[in-house]
């Protein structure tokens, strides 16, 4: 390697980070929480088949994980202004990550709120229990256990996924490193690294998700 | 005048008649065993009375109130199981929480009780069912016998006017029957109403104060427990008293 390229790399080593710090993880954190808002409330919507919503999150489920997440940021970015509603890229992205996440992490919320025993729901009513605070504290604790590891993948997904809002202006890492090749031409070397420092941050994930189900498995399996 | 009477309680599952009008009439302080074949109904009149299935039609009388079955109000059948408690076969405890949380919810929860008073009447409850010493265990750490004990502390602590038992010890491994007979036992004696399906011939002739015997959703026979098994008045009660103590069909 010439030194150079060393030097390149560990100018622009800051260069990536500092956007991945303040956009990149930025833009997870915020999308996914508001994903997550989603997903319960569409999740019980389901769970509990209310009447006239279930369609309605049926089918917003169906459109977001039918088309391409490029294509959703694209309609949001460049088309909506069409219509005169003009958002910012990062507003944009967060809509879009949101709405994905959500989308997704219903059907993993759904799945897991099925998996609990009916007859957790039984015992609670027959203490005395109303149906909203067997949810709370019966119900939803042990399907969020279940559905854990599948909502850290989501997430750890969307680190990735954040690299597309690059399409659409916002500066985060992936973009970040594409001026720096622009001006350098020292392309293979430095998507490596920005790939390097995306899989640092999927790897400090994982180790959160470890460390998060150790501590969600105090109670044991199911039986 | 009885506690708890139920008149002509019918259910239906898909045009199938699981209840076919029964009658039932509860004293305070009676033990009554549910006895019958599986599938005559058992499970599903218990369910009924404590509102997890709607009954199609009946009455049903609790403490003097009369209530039209499948017409009760949300408000009545919220207050009406607090009045009561059920004992599930497979014990249904919350699996997150632990031997004394189990026990703890429904006071905290479901009644507002302040933690430390709460705290105070599970101890007494674990304690009466003999796992004081495992009130931090979850239900996975507990073998079945105790997590029906725990099932049974739960039911006492809302200090229920009866308790519902669906087949209490029918999960259980045949050396852990015992530990679960002996508190219900022990409740029985001390007075608590107790309405239990079983098919512990033991406990419906020794412990039971009364028997009604089911088949195909209706009530074949029923009455004083001595009387059932001394002197059984039809012959299905016959046959099934002779199929049950294994003596041979005469
Ligand atoms: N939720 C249900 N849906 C349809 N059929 C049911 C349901 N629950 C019980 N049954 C039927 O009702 C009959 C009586 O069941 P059950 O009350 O469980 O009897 P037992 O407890 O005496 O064995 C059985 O034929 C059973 O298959
Ligand atoms: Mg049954």
């Known amino acids: ?223 | 005048m009885p506690m708890l009477e139920v008149k002509e309680i019918r259910k239906a599952f898909d045009g199938l008649k699981v209840l076919d009008g029964v009658d039932l009439s509860v004293e305070k302080g009676d033990v009554i065993a549910i006895l019958g074949p599986s599938g005559s109904g058992k499970t599903t009149l218990l369910r009924c009375l404590n509102f997890l299935e709607t009954a199609d039609s009946g009455e049903m009388i609790f403490d003097g109130e009369h209530f039209r079955l499948g017409h009760v109000s949300h408000r009545d059948i919220a207050r009406l199981r607090k009045k009561t408690a059920f004992v599930f076969q497979n014990y249904n405890l919350f699996l997150n929480k632990t031997a004394l949380q189990n026990v703890t919810e429904g006071l905290i929860v479901a009644r507002k009780m302040p933690r430390d008073k709460a705290d105070e009447i599970a101890r007494k409850a674990l304690e009466k069912v003999g796992l004081l010493d495992r009130c931090d265990h979850y239900p996975s750490q507990l073998s079945g016998g105790q997590q029906q004990r725990v099932a049974i502390a739960r039911a006492l602590a809302t200090d229920p006017e009866i308790i519902f038992f669906d087949e209490p010890t029918s999960a259980l491994d045949p050396e852990l029957i015992g530990e679960v007979l002996a508190v219900m036992r022990q409740l029985a004696e001390e007075g608590m109403t107790m309405l239990v399906v079983t098919h512990e011939m033991g406990f419906a002739r020794n412990v039971s104060s009364k028997v009604l015997f089911m088949e195909d959703g209706v009530v074949v026979e029923s009455g004083a427990s001595k009387e059932f098994f001394e002197n059984p008045k039809s012959e299905r009660t016959r046959a099934f008293i002779r199929n049950i103590t294994g003596e041979p069909a005469v």
């Open chain 1, 1 to 223: 390697m010439s030194e150079r390229l060393i030097g390149i790399l560990t100018d622009s080593f800051g260069k990536i980070l500092l956007p991945g710090l303040t956009m990149t993880i930025p833009l997870t954190v915020i999308s996914f929480s508001i994903g997550m808002v989603i997903a319960v409330a569409c999740a019980l919507v389901q769970f509990a088949k209310i009447k006239i919503l279930t369609p309605i999150v049926r089918t917003y489920i169906w459109i977001i994980r039918g088309t391409p997440l490029l294509v959703q940021l694209f309609i949001i970015f460049y088309g909506l202004p069409n219509v005169g509603i003009v958002l910012d890229a990062f507003t944009s992205a967060v809509i879009v990550f949101s709405l994905s996440t959500g989308a997704y992490c219903a059907e993993t919320m759904r799945a897991a709120l099925e998996s609990v025993p009916r007859g957790q729901m039984e015992a609670g009513y027959c203490v005395g229990m109303s149906y909203m605070q067997i949810m709370r504290r019966i119900v939803l604790p042990q399907a969020f256990r279940t559905a854990f590891p599948p909502l850290s993948n989501s997430l750890i997904s969307l680190v990735k996924d954040t690299s597309l809002a690059a399409n659409i202006t916002v500066v985060e890492m992936f973009m970040a490193t594409q001026r720096i090749v622009a001006r350098t031409y020292e392309a293979l070397a430095l998507y490596i690294e920005v790939a390097l420092i995306y899989l640092l941050f999927s790897t400090v994930l994982e180790q959160l998700q470890r460390w998060g189900e150790k501590k969600l498995n105090t109670y044991g399996g199911q039986k």
